[in-house]
């Protein structure tokens, strides 16, 4: 498809599980960024890659979550040790065109994360 | 610390009114400024960007502005429909590759 997908849709996982979030960007897109939802809120930067480099991963919240991009294209997420207060949405977005200068980013439809 | 705030209540207007969000930032010189709307159960979708050297931007019924000496960008969308329902996003851009900074976000309910 044309669009950013992402996998699980709905993830229920307990307590001190380990889960991986797949997200596909935009053939070509050589940007790619985590973000965590919580509810009522807007979302929160995790991390972001550009092609296979992680060139920022301040936004992750401790050492148990872990993202990769080995060939510049699918991205995983993996959360080690679940806890309650990583029950939240997941969002994957991709940008910038190979080439270009474009900002705006394109969002996958999110994994629903609980922890119980 | 840097900071976004938009309007914390819900909008509730009737349509084919305007429509006017506000964003504000505090701690910050952002280069760009992005508009998304989200629905319920999906993500985010791009609306606008408007550059730090732009007052205002327009696209079809929506219209953005910002200004950086008051560190506001307003939101409008003009002669609003039931389906313009949705939660709107403002996002700065955190300087670093290009990773956003988002604001809350405000609900907007056009009634018919």
């Known amino acids: 498809g044309a669009g950013v997908s992402q996998s699980p849709r709905y993830k229920v996982a307990k307590r001190g599980q380990d889960v991986a979030l797949r997200c596909d960007p935009i053939?070509?897109?050589?940007?790619l960024f985590w973000y965590q939802q919580a509810l009522g809120q807007g979302p929160e930067f995790l991390t972001y890659?550009?092609?296979?480099?992680?060139?920022?991963k301040s936004g992750l919240p401790s050492d148990r979550f872990f993202a990769e991009r080995p060939e510049g294209s699918v991205s995983t997420l993996k959360i080690q040790r679940t806890q309650q207060e990583d029950s939240a949405v997941y969002l994957c977005?991709?940008?910038?065109?190979?080439?270009?200068?474009?900002?705006?980013?394109?969002f996958g439809p999110g994994t629903r994360l609980t922890v119980t | 610390s840097q900071k976004i705030e938009q309007n914390s209540e819900a909008l509730n207007i009737q349509e084919g009114k305007t429509a006017t969000l506000t964003c504000n930032y505090t701690?910050?010189?952002?280069?760009?400024l992005q508009w998304y709307r989200q629905d319920p159960g999906r993500g985010p979708v791009f609306l606008l960007l408007?550059?730090?050297?732009?007052k205002e931007k327009r696209k079809e019924r929506l219209k953005v502005t910002f200004d950086t000496t008051l560190k506001q960008s307003l939101f409008h969308i003009t002669a609003s429909q039931p389906a313009d329902s949705a939660t709107y996003l403002c996002?700065?851009?955190?300087?670093?590759?290009?990773?956003?900074?988002f604001g809350q976000g405000t609900e907007l309910s056009v009634k018919p």
């Open positions: 701690n910050y010189s952002p280069a760009y």
């Open positions: 890659f550009q092609n296979e480099a992680q060139l920022d």
């Open positions: 977005a991709s940008s910038r065109p190979e080439g270009t200068v474009r900002y705006e980013q394109y």
């Open positions: 996002a700065l851009d955190g300087n670093q590759g290009g990773k956003l900074i």
């Open positions: 053939s070509g897109h050589v940007s």
């Open positions: 408007i550059r730090e050297n732009e």
